[in-house]
DNA sequence: CATGAATGAGTGTTCATTCAT
DNA sequence: TATGAATGAACACTCATTCAT
């Protein structure tokens, strides 16, 4: 993965990746038919365990649904905008994703559709509670989300242009939607 | 253009290039010296002529500060994340800004930057006309653009795993942002 | 025939001469049908001037076959061996004599076999005086000049890994030669 | 090295280089980086093994220094310029030496440098018994071989126009030379 | 006559893939 | 199961040659 990340899957060559895994050229292709299901294979492996850690912490919690709100997108943060990995797989379906279409079908369901349906859950409990308004928000519950992935693409594209500072823009990003949502 | 947006910089064969411009192979290296250069070039043009009409548009306005934001965010949903070509240089300078940092900085100092700058001064004319509140969206203006980022991004991503209504994507994330600025 | 020198027929290149000559490309060809046409042009021109000195110094000399003899070789050092023009043609036919057979061809009728002629002339005319011994080199001319196409060779070649001292090698050459023909 | 003998540098073709050693274009690239570097080690190769035979002979020789130079010479003549792939070097080297200096430095290290010194020791021995005379050849023992490397080079170059004779050349070379050295 | 933009055949080099060991 | 030498398709780039101006 370390090799697609930083040359791409044109750029990356098998033997580098095989060097990478302390193996030998030929090795790889015992394991892989082509260079494309290796690419596949690898995406696939580095996206699973994402979305666990961010589902977990959705149960359970007991607070306002600004706090809760607050929270997830905190973790976001924490958890996928500030790890490079994870960027760099969002980069790699970025520029990638042509190609490989199912690997990001895959992305979508394994990944962003949970987030949404989170996202969703979390606008409804508010409203319910009083706490949020009615607001197209809750049907497109992406738009909460978009400065997050913004945020993600900038580090990695932009970052050498105009440093980004993450905390501060965190916090104006929940500032904002926060306000936005509150009835 | 159109052959580095389908292909990427390493998939795109010269000969194409020279193909769809309706020339030869040979003729492309009289005007440039590598593949290279001329992904440079082609990619700088297609830069420039985005920012002005943006800009244009930001003097002489007459109506409110939320008028003027909700015009501007709609304006960039359609001349922006709505133009194929304009997503399309995007998702190339997140694939291969890595190799060519000078593009990503000339695209930050002659669209972002300015972009920012235009956010900026409307949140401040909002806030000095009493519409809009203090809050940190005035030194990071960048929040308020967050989600018509990602929806360029989401476009040419996942639109196949699963489409995104423009149209309502940029309703919401107005609804969200003024409701998120205002006072 | 300055490009040629330098680079070898393959590797120069047509732009090159052109510019050379104070023209463009396109109008080398009004002149010469290819590049291969062109050399021969050009090596054959270059051929020409070479031998008349030469024949010319031959006749009417007074003084005893020796110094005849002497003097004819001092000579070809000055205007052959010493001039790097003269040298580059004889590398460039050794060079790329196999691609061009004519030029040899004509290189050997118009100056070779020339001085060829004019040392058997003055081996006789020393043989008929007394002062030449009969000796094999009589019918073998070439062997007289060896040294000197050595030297010729030797400059354009192994200069750099050791210098000739061209005015002793010319002595040492005459001193050797004459007392080899002595009777 | 025959394809480069052919063709010369420039002519000969990756391809038909790996054809001729029965293996395919890619398979030289294991063995060296470049055109350039498979030349260099190449010729550098069929360079070594020259000088070992000229240099063994030199030693324990009991008759005359005339019959010494003699035989030497005619060993040249026999192992060198008789041999084509020993010419086809010399020709090599004098076409693409400038491309390749340190090609040339070490064939004069290699070859010629030893060839002096044999041929100054030779004269030496020659002048200590009182068999020949003191010669400025002493100092510039290199005269002595002339005619032999004019041969190669004739048999290579104008041998077409006018077939070289090698017994005969060879005799009216030793002829000429031990007489121009006798005391 | 002269030009130089356009062409495309040709070549060095890379790298995914195979396969004998 | 692992290796890495061998392969050759593929591609960037060059340059002799043509031809419209």
Redesign the interface.
């Known amino acids: 993965m370390a090799v697609f990340i930083e040359q ?1 899957f ?2 990356a060559k098998v033997v580098d990746i095989a060097k990478r895994a302390k193996s030998a050229k030929g090795t790889v292709y015992l394991y892989f038919e082509t260079k494309e299901q290796l690419f596949e294979a690898v995406v696939r492996q580095y996206i699973q365990p994402t979305h666990v850690d961010m589902r977990a912490m959705a149960k359970n919690f007991s607070g306002s649904s600004s706090e809760m709100l607050s929270m997830i997108l905190h973790r976001f943060y924490a958890e996928f905008v500030g790890n490079e990995q994870r960027r760099s797989i969002m ?1 790699i ?6 190609r490989f ?1 199912e690997l ?2 895959y ?3 394994e990944i ?2 949970k987030a949404e349906k989170m996202i969703k859950q979390i606008i409804k409990r508010g409203i319910d509670s009083g706490e949020f ?1 009615e ?3 809750q ?2 519950p ?10 993600a ?2 580090k ?3 970052d ?3 440093k ?1 500072n993450l905390k ?2 965190a ?3 929940v ?8 009835a």
């Open positions: 791409g044109a750029g980069r379906l970025i520029s990638e994703g042509h279409p990001t079908e992305y979508y369901k962003i559709s308004r607001s197209p928000a049907k497109i992406t738009v909460v989300m978009g400065p997050a992935v913004m945020a693409i900038w990695m594209t932009f050498n242009a105009s980004l501060k823009f916090e104006a990003h500032d904002m939607v926060l306000n936005g949502l509150r």
